[in-house]
């Protein structure tokens, strides 16, 4: 019963403790995760905050340009020549292409004619003409035909008859007559109110030179032509001052490509600046025309940069109402990343770096590859909707780092204070468990001490109550039993002493006076004091004393005990015949032995170090023979203990043991 109760105890306590120790170590544990998982947010915030000005800043630098942008496109004044505006917008701006609409919503560029190049018309005058060239291929008829109208008062007829002689000429192996004729066309400037046909057949008649000029080879005289008209071609291309009837956009990147093949060699043009205007200018237009057709940007979306649907490199548009009609700018990736100037400003230098994104996550500026993760994330102004600004830290994981840092204090924290807790809950179970088996072994204890002090009451009583009778026979059975009665109480009186001393051990209380003491005079006490229990028990003690013996610090009662326990266990724990028990006394080193030897029942090897706990013994059950409460060799050890000295045991099962006291000797004598 009280074994179960005792376990249930043990249980409560072990419960008491877990929760003890995992109840603390949890919410440390949730603590620190918290603590963690927040410390990187608020080192991004931190850093976030710190460069919310610089954001701010970029953003309102970003805004200005762009206001900038908008009040340069507002210049443009496209509405007398689109030329004019494209011209500006791709060579002084960063434009790629134009489109302009009529407050109506008219397209006003690029506009598209049906069909370029040459212009034939069968009913013209010139219709026998073009007959005997491109259906009879009968040249020299040809040219005899179209050189009837070379001198036509209509200047597009005057034009293209003079073309159609050259080119026959051409065909007839006349290359110099063919060119010297298509010269004449070709460089005539007065065609001004001749409209749109008279200026593309004008325009052609150009392009038809500079490929007989090809056809017949580099000279002095011919490099001059060819610079000459490409010249004149360049100042009616794109040209916002020429008072030239506009041609249609196809037909004008017609002449434009036509002109720049022409350019590829082998004559070299004397302005590369030019050309290079021309060819930009080309591509302009090219994309502007995709532009009108795709249709990209939906309509009623002003002053935001989006992207086009057209299948180009990156191209963004903005749409602008200008003055007097709106504007479709077709920018490049690099003009709208120029536009973002405001944070190459803002963060250039510093240890920060950035990148822009567009509404579809698509790089437009900044750093390609920026290292790591962004710490903060913010959209760029109205005019880029959907657009993100990240920022970067240029040492990738600076602040990776400084997280990481502060995460390590944590962990280092939490990881002591949970060895901590984990120490003291182990030295509470610990003292908690002696508590337990302490109460354990003062159950046992009380259970041993009554069995033992009953059993020579008991005795006592049977032999006090047969002599008070007077059942007894004569004189010599009177003494024995009284003999039997001393001998009794005076195991009683030891026992006591025992539960006495150890209960003065226990709470500390035992003073011993310790002085000079002869080793022979405390043996010769303690022998005689056990010298009619071991004459009753038939016990041979066989004492040896080393002569000389040197005094020994010790308080001579005190080791007294010591030998009489020793000597009284070496008696008990010897079968009852030929109890052979010696006590050897000597001398070794700085210390005095006493060593008590028996030939009993000695102990195995496992019971050795615990036999010297206070109610231990090899054979604990109540039915054991010996008396006993398991004291003695505790109350030795305390002594010894107290002494400075030592104890040790040797024994064998069967065979006997020997216990050795060794104590100090004293100052007289310790030599
Ligand atoms: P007890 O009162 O039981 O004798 P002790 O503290 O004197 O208690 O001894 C503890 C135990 O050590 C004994 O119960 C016994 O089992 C064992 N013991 C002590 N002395 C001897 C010995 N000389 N031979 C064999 N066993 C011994």
């Known amino acids: 019963m009280s074994a179960l109760l005792s376990r249930r105890n043990q249980v409560q306590w072990l419960v008491l403790l877990a929760v003890a120790v995992l109840l603390p170590t949890a919410s440390l544990l949730w603590f620190m995760t918290r603590v963690i998982g927040d410390e990187r947010l608020v080192v991004k915030q931190k850093l976030a905050a710190l460069y919310q000005d610089k954001l701010s800043d970029a953003a309102t ?28 917008l791709v060579l002084d701006s960063d434009g790629q292409g134009l489109l302009i609409q009529a407050d109506d919503g008219a397209l006003l560029y690029p506009q598209t004619a049906g069909a370029s190049g040459v212009d034939v018309h069968s009913d013209s005058l010139l219709g026998p003409a073009w007959q005997a060239e491109f259906a009879a291929r009968q040249y020299a008829s040809a040219a005899a035909l179209y ?39 070709a460089l005539r400037t007065s065609i001004n109110d001749a409209g749109v046909p008279a200026r593309v057949t004008l325009e052609n008649a150009r392009l038809l030179l500079l490929s007989l000029l090809k056809q017949a080879g580099q000279t002095p005289a011919h490099a001059a032509l060819f610079n000459q008209t490409v010249r004149a071609l360049m100042a009616d291309l794109y ?49 502007s025309i995709a532009a009108a057709e795709a249709r990209p940007i939906s309509p009623g979306v002003y002053d935001e940069f989006l992207k ?47 990148r822009i994104l567009d509404a579809a996550d698509d790089y437009v500026a900044g750093d390609l590859r920026p290292p790591g993760k962004p710490f903060t994330v913010a959209a760029l102004p109205a005019s880029f909707p959907g657009w993100t600004a990240e920022l970067y830290f240029e040492g990738s994981d600076v602040f990776e780092k400084a997280a990481k840092r502060q995460i390590a204090v944590y962990i280092w924290t939490g990881g002591v204070v949970i060895l901590m807790v984990l120490l003291v809950a182990a030295l509470a179970a610990r003292a908690v468990s002696r508590q337990i088996r302490l109460n354990r072994m003062k159950n046992d204890f009380i259970a041993t001490v009554s069995h033992e002090l009953k ?37 009683l009186s030891r026992m006591i002493d025992n539960f006495l001393a150890f209960s003065r051990m226990e709470r500390n209380k035992q003073a011993f006076s310790i ?14 004091s056990l010298r009619a229990k071991h004459n009753s028990q038939q016990c041979h003690l ?7 013996l040197p005094d020994i610090k010790a308080d001579h009662d005190a080791i007294v005990t010591v030998l009489v326990n020793l000597l009284d266990n070496a008696c008990k724990y010897t079968a009852e015949e ?30 050795l170090n615990k036999i010297f706990d206070s109610f231990y013994q090899v054979d604990n059950s109540l039915a054991r023979k010996v008396e006993g409460c398991g004291l003695g060799l505790s109350i030795v050890k305390f002594i010894v203990n107290a002494h400075r000295g030592a104890i040790t045991v040797d024994s064998k099962p069967g065979v006997g043991s020997t216990f050795t006291v060794l104590l100090p000797t004293g100052h007289r004598n310790g030599d």
């Open 61 to 88: 630098k970003t805004a200005a340009l762009f206001r900038a942008r908008l009040a340069a496109l507002d210049k443009l004044k496209p509405g007398s020549n689109p030329y004019a505006a494209l011209r500006q």
């Open 455 to 491: 059993t020579p009451l008991a005795s006592m009583r049977v032999l006090v109550d047969t002599l008070l009778e007077g059942n007894i026979r004569d004189e010599a059975q009177a003494q024995e039993y009284l003999r039997l009665t001393a001998r009794e109480n005076e195991r």
């Open 147 to 185: 050189g009837k109208f070379t001198s036509a008062r209509d200047p597009q007829m005057a034009i293209a008859a003079m073309t159609g002689r050259s080119r026959s000429l051409a065909r007839l192996g006349r290359l110099d007559d063919a060119i010297a004729e298509c010269q004449r066309a």
């Open 542 to 548: 066989a004492v040896d004393l080393s002569d000389p």
């Open 239 to 287: 040209n916002p001052a020429a008072e030239q009837p506009l041609l249609p956009a196809n037909q004008n990147l017609f002449v434009a490509r036509k002109t720049l093949d022409a350019l590829q060699g082998p004559f070299v043009f004397d302005n590369p600046k030019a050309r290079d205007d021309l060819k930009k200018l080309a591509d302009a237009e090219e994309l």
């Open 578 to 607: 030929k109890k052979e028990i010696s006590l050897k006394v000597y001398r070794e080193g700085g210390f005095v032995c006493f060593a008590v030897s028996d030939n009993g029942i000695g102990m195995a090897r496992r019971h």
């Open 515 to 528: 002085t000079e003491a002869d080793p022979a005079e405390i043996v010769g006490d303690a022998v005689e």
């Open 308 to 354: 086009t649907a057209l299948d180009r490199t990156p191209t963004y548009a903005l749409r602008h109402r200008a003055p007097s009609s709106t504007l479709l700018v077709l920018l490049p990736e690099s003009a709208v990343a120029s536009g973002l100037g405001g944070f190459q400003q803002a963060f250039n230098g510093s240890e920060t770096t950035y």
